[in-house]
Every structure is written in structure tokens, then in C-alpha cells.
């Protein structure tokens, strides 16, 4: 009974103290709690020039204060005619920066990830999340300020061919920089009274992606709603609009849908 108890603590003060840093299309430089496992399954899609989805299945883990590590599984149908297993990845974060005080904080954090994929690589954006195989590395900074959280990351990303005999084309970029830019905002509660109380976010990001040397990039804007139900369930609706491309890429104009469930004080 302790245990569960120490657990809704945490809960509650967790999540709706910084709701509004979970962002949909990014992660913060905060981590989850100490010792909390996070389960999303998510579901990208695009609607033109046919209707193409992938599906990943993710698990978050809180190893500490400072380390966080997830690892994510790719299907989709992006590159075949039925649903392909495509591949993994993995992602480890480290939080090396806190200037905490009452109701805001500035936070830094490296982070890492890798993956393994098996698919054809015909698009110019190298992209690990069931795309290429390769590695990325970067940092981020985040700034909460009350209900308002604004954070930026830039990022170095190395592609080598994909498993499978699928080579990256000569005419194809091997090393790409990633940026972006988001800003979270806690709409609901007005008041926080009790941990079962739902809270609703608003989101607004900058994604963007450039192959130095090669003339290709873009900049999407992605706003973001997310519920959160119990302190414990998450649900997350996304769509990217482009606002310049001079790039080939799936990601252009790809909604996103997510649930995700999570489990304190293991």
C-alpha cells in the first residue's frame, strides 16, 4: 500500500508539473521519472499520391535522473505492397545541465541513436525512424517556464547502407543536420486539484533537415494536441505541413497518431 501510494505521488506531480514538455514530434531535454517504463504505439501516415502507413511500437525506460533510454520496432507499407517489417532502433539520452527553481527550469541534454533498417533507400532525407540505417547525435535545451515550455535541438545524422543489399545511391546524401524548435503549452487544468484531473496540451514545432553539399533541405511546421487521462495514459494527434521542400522524402504532409501508456515506481 506504501508503494502505491509513493507511486501516485510521483505521478501526480510528474506529469502535470511539466505536461506541457512532452512534446509529439521531439524530445526535451528532461527525462521521465527514475525507474518508469513508458509503452507507445504510434501509427504515420501519408494520403497522397496513395495511402502508405508505418506503425512503430516504442518502449521508454527512466534508467535515472540523468538517463533515458527507449527502443523502438518499424512496420509499414511505405516500400512494399503489404505490410514489411523494416527494422529497429535505439535512443539513449543524457540530462548533463538543471537550473531548477519554483514553477521553471533550463535543462541540457546529449543524445544518441542508432538504427538498423531493411528497406530500399529511394528518398534524399536520411531518417532513422524505419527509413535508413545509420546514427544520429545531438544535443537539446529546454526551457519551462510556468505553463509554457519552449526547446530547441540541432543534430549531426550519418546514414550507411541498409541491410538487405540496399545500397545508398551515389547521387543520395550520406550525412544530413537536423534542427528544430517547439513550444508546449498547458491548457487544461486551470487549476491542478487531483492527478485524474485530464490535461490538454498544445503544441506547435519546427522540423527541419539539411544534406550540407547538396542543395536539399525543407522546414515543416507540425502543430500538436495531446490528452493525458489518470496522469498514466497519453494520447498524441499530429500533422506536418511543409513550409519549404527542395528535398525526396516520405515525411512531408504525414499525420501521427499515438497512445501511450505508463507504468511508476517500478
Same mark, same amino acid.
Given at each position: 500500500?506504501?508503494?502505491?501510494?509513493?507511486?501516485?505521488?510521483?505521478?501526480? #506531480?510528474?506529469?502535470?508539473?511539466?505536461?506541457?514538455?512532452?512534446? *509529439?514530434? #521531439?524530445?526535451? !531535454?528532461?527525462?521521465?521519472? &527514475?525507474?518508469?517504463?513508458?509503452? =507507445?504505439?504510434?501509427?504515420?501516415?501519408?494520403?497522397?499520391? /496513395?495511402?502508405?502507413?508505418?506503425? &512503430?511500437?516504442? *518502449?521508454?525506460?527512466?534508467?535515472?535522473?540523468?538517463?533515458?533510454?527507449?527502443?523502438?520496432?518499424?512496420?509499414?507499407?511505405?516500400?512494399?505492397?503489404?505490410?514489411?517489417? +523494416?527494422?529497429?532502433? !535505439?535512443?539513449?539520452?543524457? =540530462?548533463?545541465?538543471?537550473?531548477?527553481?519554483?514553477? =521553471?527550469?533550463?535543462?541540457?541534454?546529449?543524445?544518441?541513436?542508432?538504427?538498423? @533498417?531493411?528497406?530500399? /533507400?529511394?528518398?534524399? +532525407?536520411? &531518417?532513422?525512424?524505419?527509413?535508413?540505417?545509420?546514427?544520429?547525435?545531438?544535443?537539446?535545451?529546454?526551457?519551462?517556464?510556468?505553463?509554457?515550455?519552449?526547446?530547441?535541438?540541432?543534430?549531426?545524422?550519418?546514414?550507411?547502407?541498409?541491410?538487405?543489399?540496399?545500397? /545508398?545511391?551515389?547521387?543520395?546524401?550520406?550525412?544530413?543536420?537536423?534542427? &528544430?524548435?517547439?513550444?508546449?503549452?498547458?491548457?487544461?487544468?486551470?487549476?491542478?486539484?487531483?492527478?485524474?484531473? @485530464?490535461?490538454?496540451?498544445?503544441?506547435?514545432?519546427?522540423?527541419?533537415? #539539411?544534406?550540407?553539399?547538396?542543395?536539399?533541405?525543407?522546414?515543416?511546421?507540425?502543430?500538436?494536441?495531446?490528452?493525458?487521462?489518470?496522469?498514466?495514459?497519453? *494520447?498524441?494527434?499530429?500533422? =506536418? /505541413?511543409?513550409?519549404?521542400?527542395?528535398?525526396?522524402?516520405? #515525411?512531408?504532409?504525414?499525420?501521427?497518431?499515438? *497512445?501511450?501508456?505508463?507504468?511508476?515506481?517500478?
Amino acid at each position: 500500500m506504501k508503494r502505491f501510494l509513493m507511486a501516485l505521488v510521483i505521478v501526480a #506531480t510528474a506529469w502535470p508539473a511539466f505536461a506541457q514538455e512532452l512534446y *509529439v514530434n #521531439t524530445e526535451p !531535454a528532461s527525462n521521465m521519472a &527514475t525507474h518508469s517504463l513508458g509503452i =507507445r504505439v504510434e501509427n504515420q501516415g501519408f494520403f497522397s499520391p /496513395i495511402y502508405k502507413t508505418r506503425s &512503430t511500437l516504442e *518502449v521508454m525506460y527512466g534508467e535515472s535522473r540523468s538517463v533515458m533510454l527507449h527502443g523502438s520496432l518499424y512496420v509499414s507499407d511505405y516500400y512494399h505492397n503489404q505490410q514489411h517489417f +523494416e527494422g529497429g532502433s !535505439a535512443y539513449a539520452k543524457f =540530462r548533463f545541465l538543471s537550473v531548477d527553481s519554483v514553477q =521553471r527550469h533550463f535543462r541540457g541534454a546529449f543524445f544518441a541513436k542508432i538504427s538498423a @533498417i531493411n528497406n530500399p /533507400i529511394p528518398n534524399q +532525407e536520411i &531518417t532513422l525512424e524505419g527509413d535508413n540505417s545509420g546514427l544520429q547525435s545531438g544535443v537539446v535545451f529546454t526551457q519551462l517556464l510556468h505553463k509554457l515550455a519552449l526547446s530547441g535541438s540541432a543534430s549531426y545524422l550519418h546514414a550507411w547502407n541498409n541491410f538487405g543489399g540496399n545500397i /545508398i545511391p551515389t547521387v543520395n546524401a550520406h550525412d544530413a543536420i537536423g534542427y &528544430t524548435l517547439s513550444a508546449g503549452y498547458l491548457t487544461l487544468p486551470k487549476h491542478y486539484k487531483s492527478y485524474d484531473q @485530464i490535461n490538454l496540451n498544445l503544441y506547435a514545432e519546427l522540423l527541419g533537415k #539539411t544534406n550540407p553539399g547538396y542543395g536539399q533541405s525543407y522546414l515543416d511546421a507540425a502543430p500538436a494536441v495531446q490528452l493525458i487521462f489518470n496522469s498514466l495514459i497519453r *494520447v498524441d494527434f499530429s500533422y =506536418r /505541413i511543409p513550409l519549404y521542400s527542395t528535398i525526396e522524402r516520405n #515525411t512531408a504532409r504525414v499525420y501521427l497518431v499515438r *497512445v501511450e501508456y505508463n507504468l511508476f515506481n517500478l
